[in-house]
């Protein structure tokens, strides 16, 4: 026998201690106080750049989406709220793009720094009910989540609540656990900011009011000032808000009845168990993958003793349960709650509600009592995401480059709006000199020219009884304005008659674009423009 035979042995003879090494690193690191913070950060830092690298290779072929483009558009005039939401959207958008430029690849980065901020607090929660070395497994679970990365790519009023939710579970398992007016402001301030960033979190709110009217210690949390603190506080922070919406006449109240309200019983039943399924599939992965990491068998001829091994009813020190049972409360209520009540008032139940509803899920598994976790997990699912996250990064271009070529005529997701909003801005500087100041069309129109536009125009969408108040029909005509309808639209036949009423003087255009990727042809998309000069 060779001497090269034995080889291989050695190597992995060799390469055994240093992943030892590592390991031990990885766990000492994150149960150590001072060094667990800055694990955490380098954690969620790494996993922001790369995944703002995947999205913008994923997504290369593409136009940003509406609800982004639309977020953009809201920062250009910083108001106390856009017509169908509240502010706080808006507002980051606005901040965000005075720092980084108007780009695609700057649009995924704020997606993916909002869910990194997302990560850290809920690790932060997480130490209020788990030990470090549990808190740090929760985020790594976390950040497997399809919504913490692949789903994550389009920042909107659901992925922000994905920091301010986590603000406000933090702060409530601080005041349940300090009861001072200085945790009750904290919660209040904290509820607030959830409430600027959409309505829904007020079934996290609900939730969180349940989960202290139910717990064990009620009590002694009532009796203190920290919940009417809180109560009082919030009700303070939000009268700005409040002006605002009864200036308004509440208009995005009507934009959700008109938008939201179902008469059939057949497709709301449809859509409840759609969305319970979607968000079972999407929680099946990081379950999947933690368990594997837990349960990993040190020798594959007894894998099950090694599970049984990761369970035991012995007291564990590593958990609060009473903070625990808090977590429990929240997520189950904000689990079972939406689609209940989706179901007795008829309500269109859209999948995406739940983006914000299950960053507790990991946790909530994390802290029962019984499962024990030894040091090497904390390893193996740093790996396992490392591994799926390069992987995924090696493979994005040649899926994006796929997706067009499987879809070539999908225009919803493949016309060149941008190349589109670049063309007008010339015809617009050509015939007036001017900057281009505001672009009338449908949403999914109005606001990705507002994004791709250099001169960024004010969207205003002809009949929204919702409006966004950026603009209005008055300055659109002071000012002048193009008008935009889709040829392929269903909603034509109203855009043309728009138009037709309030842009009689209105030079027309036919233009036509076509997006090239890779060699592969988008979808031909001819565009109906009026492009009505100011007013005199």
Not at 278 to 297: F, G, M, S, T
Not at 356 to 379: D, G, N
Request: hydrophobic fraction near 55%; aromatic fraction near 12%; include cysteine.
């Amino acid at each position: 026998m060779t001497t090269a035979s034995f080889l291989p042995a050695t190597s992995r003879a060799r390469r055994r201690p240093r992943m030892r090494r590592l390991a031990a690193w990885v766990a000492a690191s994150a149960s150590d106080p001072k060094a667990s913070l800055w694990l955490v950060i380098g954690f969620t830092t790494a996993h922001a750049a790369l995944w703002t690298l995947i999205l913008a290779n994923l997504k290369a072929a593409q136009d940003v989406h509406m609800d982004v483009a639309e977020a953009f558009a809201w920062g250009q005039k910083f108001q106390f709220g856009y017509g169908k939401h509240p502010p706080l959207t808006g507002w980051v958008a606005g901040l965000w793009f005075k720092l980084f430029p108007v780009a695609d690849w700057s649009t995924y980065a704020l997606a993916m720094a909002t869910l990194g901020c997302g990560l850290v607090i809920c690790w932060l929660v997480a130490l209020r009910v788990v030990d470090r070395r549990r808190a740090f497994f929760t985020i790594v679970m976390l950040a497997l989540y399809p919504i913490f990365n692949f789903k994550g790519f389009k920042y909107n009023p659901d992925l922000l609540q994905l920091v301010t939710l986590p603000l406000l579970a933090l702060a409530y398992l601080h005041a349940f656990d300090k009861r001072t007016v200085r945790a009750g402001m904290w919660l209040g301030l904290a509820g607030a900011l959830a409430l600027m960033t959409k309505y829904w979190v007020l079934t996290m709110i609900g939730a969180v009011g349940l989960a202290a009217l139910v717990h064990p210690a009620r009590l002694v949390f009532l009796r203190s000032p920290a919940p009417w603190v809180a109560i009082a506080t919030l009700v303070l922070a939000m009268t700005p808000h409040l002006w605002w919406l009864r200036q308004v006449d509440f208009v995005p109240l009507t934009y959700a009845g008109d938008v939201y309200g179902l008469e059939s019983r057949a497709q709301n039943v449809q859509l409840v168990l759609g969305y319970i399924g979607h968000n079972l599939a999407l929680l099946a992965l990081p379950v999947a993958l933690a368990a594997l990491a837990l349960c990993w068998p040190s020798r594959w001829r007894a894998p099950f003793a090694f599970v049984m091994r990761a369970w035991s009813r012995r007291a564990n020190a590593s958990v609060n349960v009473s903070q625990a049972l808090n977590i429990w409360i929240i997520q189950g209520v904000v689990a079972i709650g939406p689609p209940l009540g989706a179901l007795i008032f008829t309500v269109y139940m859209k999948t995406d509600w739940g983006i914000s509803l299950f960053f507790l899920t990991p946790l909530a598994l994390v802290a029962i009592p019984a499962l024990r976790m030894q040091k090497i997990a904390l390893f193996r699912i740093t790996a396992i995401w490392l591994v799926i996250t390069l992987a995924v990064l090696g493979a994005s271009p040649l899926i994006a480059a796929y997706e067009m070529e499987r879809n070539p005529n999908a225009s919803n997701t493949y016309a060149s709006r941008s190349s589109l909003a670049r063309e007008l801005t010339e015809a617009w500087r050509a015939r007036f000199n001017t900057r281009w100041a505001v672009v009338a069309g449908t949403t999914e129109i109005g606001e990705p020219i507002t994004f791709y536009s250099p001169d960024h125009p004010a969207p205003f969408t002809p009949g929204e009884v919702w409006s966004s108040g950026l603009t209005s029909l008055e300055e659109a005509k002071r000012l002048g304005f193009i008008g935009i309808c889709d040829t392929t639209e269903y909603r034509l036949p109203t855009c043309e008659a728009w138009m037709e009423a309030n842009a009689q003087n209105a030079e027309r255009l036919a233009i036509t674009t076509q997006r090239f990727f890779h060699g592969h042809a988008g979808p031909s998309t001819l565009w109906k423009i009026w492009i009505a000069p100011p007013g005199k």
